[in-house]
């Protein structure tokens, strides 16, 4: 390299050295480059191809081919918009509209949603029915945002703690390995009043984690609300080899009402901080921020400036601070924060542990993760609890890992009530194939795996098609009569996920029922009529 250097001379670099200071440094970088290439061309043209020198040429020019062409097949980055909700809703029943919640009418669409709800009312009767149907704020939540195209992937609850997960349907195939779990910690752990409860999952490869904790309230348990932390964070764990625990996923969101208070200042003060927007004044005495400083774990949380007004706690149906005899002091109770996973440092020992850390980091350079905060803040036109809900949105940047789906597959064929129908579909990558995997017929517009017409087993009536595409059948009896806009949709039970959607597709009205009057409110209707004459 010296020889090489020495044949061009010192001319590039003066000539770069000048252009720096009459333009920026990337265009004077640039055009510092073009100048040495042609250096270089005059060069070779005086080069003995037998020479030593002209082999080292070769190898200099074959490396910085090698380096663009890996430059140009670099992956892109995408962006994609997180909106995230927690809220105390103190056992109340949900309201009519949640449409300022969750920000329907910004032009700015999130792909995904990640709500987490404190106090569900949880009452014996409540509960039992809540554990076969979903319980009023899911449906609210679920009848809003299925008709937007959005698909609750996921959701858990444990008593009043509640946790859902609804995404885009484009990003639904490269949402895998989902997995859900909770921790109570409320009367030494045997209660789920307090606690956590959270989902996880891959989106496009990367491993996210969504913790929704409910901790110890009142002002002296702060060490408290920070054992249980630590208690949820150490005994939670998930069948995931890559992230078997919260802490070794690659993005961590926790958030809920934590509980943390602001501490020894007075009542006045406090409210004269509020009164005056000076929030700032507070944040050295909250408890969260005061513990941050001491403890390692809460140091690798990231949390958003505290600009808006405490959200604890509020008079029902007012936007008034406590006026009852207890007269608690406003706190900033209901929190979003957010960990990513640091970089692991280098180990002289070769062991297991330190091969795995090296994969990470390879994995780490090859798909980068950030993430920016765009929003924190309140929504304080709600008044059907004591806690104001507070909402976090974030921008997630990343490389994704897949592109692809694991599975394509189309409805061949017209397809009605009147026939049986083929579905083909076509594995497009290796995956851990089940018996129990399944396609469904859904409608367009559908809020959940659950939420099938019809659906078959992809090993029962399995045919050999030819050497990549394969087809299922769905009986006819079980395919609408009055037809309509729907998609199919490939399962995989080891994966917990849909793995393939096609595109939507018409089935068409029944040329059966038409003619013979035979659609559902008639049927209802002769069967009512068949019953009154058995009598």
Avoid at 296 to 320: H, I, M, R, V
Avoid at 459 to 478: C, I, L, R, S
Wanted: net charge negative; hydrophobic share 35%; glycine share 4%.
């Amino acid at each position: 390299m010296d020889e090489i250097s020495g044949l061009l001379g010192t001319m590039g670099r003066v000539r770069s050295d000048t252009l720096s200071s009459d333009a920026t440094q990337s265009t004077a970088s640039k055009l510092a480059l073009r100048h040495r290439l042609n250096q270089l061309m005059t060069c070779v043209d005086d080069l003995d191809p037998k020479t030593e020198l002209h082999q080292k040429m070769v190898k200099t020019l074959d490396s910085a081919f090698l380096s663009c062409a890996k430059r140009a097949n670099k992956p892109k980055k995408d962006n994609f918009r997180l909106h995230m909700v927690t809220w105390n809703v103190a056992t109340a029943d949900p309201p009519d509209d949640v449409a300022s919640l969750l920000h329907l009418n910004s032009p700015k669409t999130p792909d995904l949603y990640v709500i987490g709800l404190q106090e569900v009312y949880s009452g014996p009767v409540r509960f039992v029915s809540d554990m076969i149907f979903d319980d009023p704020w899911s449906q609210l939540f679920i009848s809003t945002l299925a008709p937007l195209n959005y698909i609750k992937v996921s959701s858990i609850r444990m008593q009043g703690l509640l946790l859902l997960f609804f995404s885009k349907l484009e990003h639904v195939p490269f949402i895998r390995d989902i997995q859900a779990t909770y921790t109570r910690t409320g009367i030494f752990g045997y209660w789920g009043n307090k606690g956590g409860v959270s989902v996880r999952l891959s989106f496009y490869g990367h491993m996210l984690c969504f913790l929704n904790c409910h901790l110890a309230a009142h002002m002296k348990y702060a060490n408290e609300r920070m054992d249980e932390f630590e208690h949820i964070m150490d005994t939670q764990t998930f069948d995931c080899k890559k992230a078997p625990r919260i802490i070794d996923h690659r993005l961590v969101f926790w958030f809920g009402d934590l509980n943390f208070r602001i501490q020894d200042h007075g009542m006045h003060f406090v409210r004269s901080c509020i009164n005056n927007q000076t929030y700032n004044l507070l944040w050295s005495h909250d408890q969260l921020i005061m513990l941050k400083k001491k403890k390692q774990l809460l140091q690798e949380f990231e949390e958003g400036p505290l600009d808006f007004q405490p959200t604890y706690k509020f008079d029902l149906n007012s936007d008034t601070y406590d006026s009852s005899g207890k007269k608690r002091k406003p706190a900033w109770t209901d929190r979003i924060l957010w960990r990513v996973r640091p970089k692991s440092q280098p180990n002289d020992e070769q062991d297991e542990n330190d091969v795995k850390e090296k994969k990470q980091q390879k994995e780490e350079e090859e798909y980068p993760l950030k993430v920016r905060q765009d929003l924190y803040t309140s929504n304080m036109e709600f008044r059907i609890s004591d806690h104001k809900p507070v909402i976090g949105i974030f921008t997630l940047e990343l490389t994704k890992m897949h592109q692809t789906p694991l599975v394509s597959l189309h409805a061949e064929g017209d397809w009605s009530a009147d026939i049986d129908s083929i579905v083909l579909y076509n594995p497009l990558q290796p995956f851990p194939s089940s018996t129990w995997d399944w396609i469904g017929l859904y409608k367009v517009g559908f809020s959940s795996v659950s939420d099938y017409i019809t659906y078959t087993w992809v090993k029962d009536d399995e045919v050999a098609f030819n050497n990549e595409m394969m087809q299922v059948f769905m009986g006819k009896e079980e395919i609408p009569v009055r037809g309509g806009e729907c998609v199919l949709c490939y399962y995989s039970s080891n994966l917990r996920c849909i793995i393939g959607i096609s595109e939507p597709f018409k089935v068409q009205e029944s040329k059966v029922a038409v003619a013979e009057g035979l659609f559902p409110e008639r049927i209802n209707g002769l069967d009512r009529i068949a019953r009154s004459e058995d009598f």
